[in-house]
């Protein structure tokens, strides 16, 4: 109430109330999962543990995903609707499904080259439930919730792809997967609707891009339809 607006004073250091409070820059957050309790649904990036390759979102039908290489400037990982996996709670793990394709999940199995995203998995004791477990110099790392005592983990395969291995094959050229919690994502592409019809389904690839970019639309009729390829797009 001492002064009045438009003018100009000069203060002492010790007439300003200051507070210890950082300011911190606005923008997502990236958070490795670090114990079992902050591994809850939300969104996340599954990058392996020196952060250097992740996971892509995009359905891998017969093979297991490529590596995506993670990109950072200045320290700051940039992020991409690629990267992003949304994670809801089921029995004691997470299964993730894909931003990109929301029908699709993430999908291990006990074999060497069993990663996969897809609708579903007709795989032997395949699972889309994915926990946590220590692996010395590793972190906290995700293997697919198969029955059993043998444990496959969410790994690199060299330079190539993602599979899932025994922790006993797990060094430097096989990275192991940690998991990353992220908040404040945005997504500044444009999303894509698909509409549910009678006589068969609908679907896109990607469900989420820029302008420009290009999209494909399939439809898959059911047992005794056909397509008469009348498209409506808005």
Request: charged fraction near 20%.
């Amino acid at each position: 109430d001492m002064y009045e607006a438009g003018k100009l004073y000069k203060v002492k250091k010790s007439d300003i109330a200051w507070t210890d409070k950082a300011v911190t820059p606005s923008g997502p957050t990236i958070t490795k999962i670090t114990s079992a309790s902050a591994f809850t649904a939300g969104t996340y990036i599954i990058m392996t543990y020196d952060e250097s390759y992740y996971v892509p979102n995009a359905a891998a039908t017969n093979a297991g995903p490529e590596l995506g290489n993670v990109v950072k400037t200045d320290g700051v990982i940039t992020i991409t609707p690629e990267m992003i996996w949304n994670a809801t709670v089921s029995g004691e793990g997470l299964e993730f499904t894909s931003y990109a394709e929301p029908d699709k999940k993430l999908w291990g199995t006990p074999t060497n080259d069993g990663v996969r995203v897809n609708d579903n998995s007709t795989a032997n004791n395949s699972s889309s439930v994915w926990k946590l477990e220590s692996i010395t110099n590793y972190g906290l790392c995700g293997y697919a919730g198969i029955s059993g005592t043998d444990k496959y983990y969410l790994s690199t395969y060299s330079t190539r792809d993602w599979r899932n291995y025994k922790s006993s094959n797990i060094k430097d050229t096989n990275k192991a997967a940690n998991f990353f919690k992220v908040e404040g994502w945005v997504d500044s592409n444009h999303s894509i609707s698909i509409a549910t019809v009678d006589g068969g389904t609908l679907s896109a690839s990607p469900r989420s891009a820029a302008e420009g970019t290009e999209v494909t639309l399939t439809a898959t009729p059911a047992a005794g339809y056909a397509f008469n390829n009348d498209w409506k797009v808005k």
